[in-house]
């Protein structure tokens, strides 16, 4: 029987039980599930990880199941980046139903045995460490020699050969100033009730910290007071997909404290990157239930255009647009979908006099890594050419994604030259300020 009329429930992730880890115990599960998805398939169109399933299936001496070696189920996890679209958006069987599938935190335990099981490689630990590479190259010195060389194409055939990094994937750019060291000029009293803490994310804080800037401009224009969270370090969620489910926790108990302390102090926490809201939303506190600190810290982060529709809502939200910003195309990026509020950031955009948001609720394929790995950048491609062919079939002056990552991704390889844009420059932008 499919479905039901209850709401989906998420399973706290039981991954200090030493079964976890079990691959005799895994291997029964994963196959118990990729039964399940045998039969059902609504799911192939998600991502690479349903098709490879299937293929792997059908192309079996049974065509079932059980004629699948358990290490070709490898390539089934390799292509899983955790998106969570099949357990929110199409799977019938998620609990309460009696089956209870989590496809996106099986593929996490599998991830887990792989990291435990054999080193990962250079390539994936260097990617996955953000915050290292942030601290790294996004200085005076090094940022602008990383930055030209990362455009010369004899030195991306090298980092083809040596780290296995793609020689189309677009990298990020480094700043030579951080957000983070523009903290005492964006730091803002207000004076009233309305306080926010920004969590700067890797990204922003190392490779786009105009975004902070704007974002800060915006909430001081509607008199919030503002500060920029110093003392923080990477959300976790890169490690989290690479299995390395130890470093997630360092991370968790440095950034708990930091950030629980604005969240007692009454502030509200803004980060401008969806899957480093999804994080401290749903997966850390499903890692560590017990925390009281990351449950108040869940309950008190928000995305900036969640953060703005609440202003809206109680009426604080200033209305004194400038300008209009015409027709945009609007990528809706998958881990801000699945937090399950809705579409906030089109609402918030259309309140601005004389603007249209067209949106197209598609996965970009990005993923942070799996988008410039040599093995899958093509894959990502092809996720992401839905959006590339509506967005280059159509007439749009601006294009923009709540992920910039994966904006700049959809951006890269479309036909058109587009820019992708913050959503919140726009408000900006909108205010004239």
């Known amino acids: 029987m499919e479905g039901g009329l209850a709401r989906p429930v998420r399973h706290n992730i039981d991954w200090k039980n030493p079964d976890y880890l079990n691959e005799d115990l895994f291997e029964k599960e994963l196959r118990r599930v990729a039964d399940a998805c045998h039969g059902c398939r609504r799911c192939v169109s998600l991502c690479n990880s349903f098709p490879s399933l299937f293929d ?16 070709q189920f490898e390539e089934v996890v390799d292509h899983c980046y955790l998106c969570d679209l099949c357990f929110l958006t199409k799977c019938p069987y998620v609990p309460p139903h009696e089956w209870e599938i989590d496809f996106p935190h099986l593929m996490l335990r599998a991830k887990a045995i792989k990291f435990n099981k ?10 996955t460490s ?53 903290a005492t000029q964006l730091d803002y009293n207000s004076g009233t009730d309305n306080k926010v803490a920004i969590y700067t994310t890797c990204y922003h804080n190392y490779n786009q910290p105009e975004i902070i800037e704007d974002l800060c401009s915006v909430l001081k224009h509607n008199n919030v007071s ?26 968790m108990k440095s950034n708990s404290e930091e950030l629980a302390r604005y969240v007692e102090n009454g502030y509200r926490i803004i980060a401008p990157v969806p899957s480093c809201v999804l994080m401290f939303k749903q997966e850390l506190p499903l890692m560590f239930p017990e925390n009281i600190k990351l449950k108040k810290i869940s309950e008190s982060i928000y995305d900036p255009f969640e953060y703005l529709f609440s202003l809206h809502k109680s009426g604080d939200l200033k209305m004194d647009f400038k300008k209009g910003l015409g027709s945009i195309f609007y990528q809706v990026a998958c881990h801000q979908r699945v937090q399950n509020f809705g579409l906030l950031t089109k609402k918030v955009l259309e309140l601005v006099p004389d603007t249209s948001v067209e949106t197209l609720e598609k996965c970009s394929g990005h993923d942070g890594t799996y988008g410039v790995k040599e093995e899958t950048h093509k894959i990502s491609v092809k996720i992401a050419r839905p959006i590339t062919k509506a967005l280059d079939s159509g007439n749009y002056p601006k294009f923009i994604s709540d992920c910039s990552l994966a904006g700049n991704h959809i951006a890269n390889i479309s036909k058109r030259d587009y820019i992708a844009n913050h959503p919140i420059s726009l408000i900006k932008d909108a205010y004239g300020i």
């Open 56 to 71: 792997l299936i059908d192309e079996s001496d049974t065509f079932e199941v059980d004629g699948v070696e358990y290490s």
């Open 118 to 127: 054999k080193r990962p490689s250079l390539r994936d630990r260097v990617l």
């Open 130 to 182: 953000t915050d290292s590479l942030g601290k790294i190259f996004a200085n005076r010195i090094f940022a602008p020699i990383v930055n030209y060389f990362n455009k010369l194409i004899f030195f991306r055939k090298i980092l083809s050969r040596l780290l296995h990094i793609h020689t189309d994937a677009k990298l990020p750019v480094f700043t030579s100033i951080t957000a983070k060291s523009m």
């Open 226 to 251: 503002v500060e920029i969270i110093k003392n923080d370090n990477c959300c976790g969620m890169p490690k989290l997909e690479l299995g390395d489910l130890d470093k997630v926790e360092l991370f």
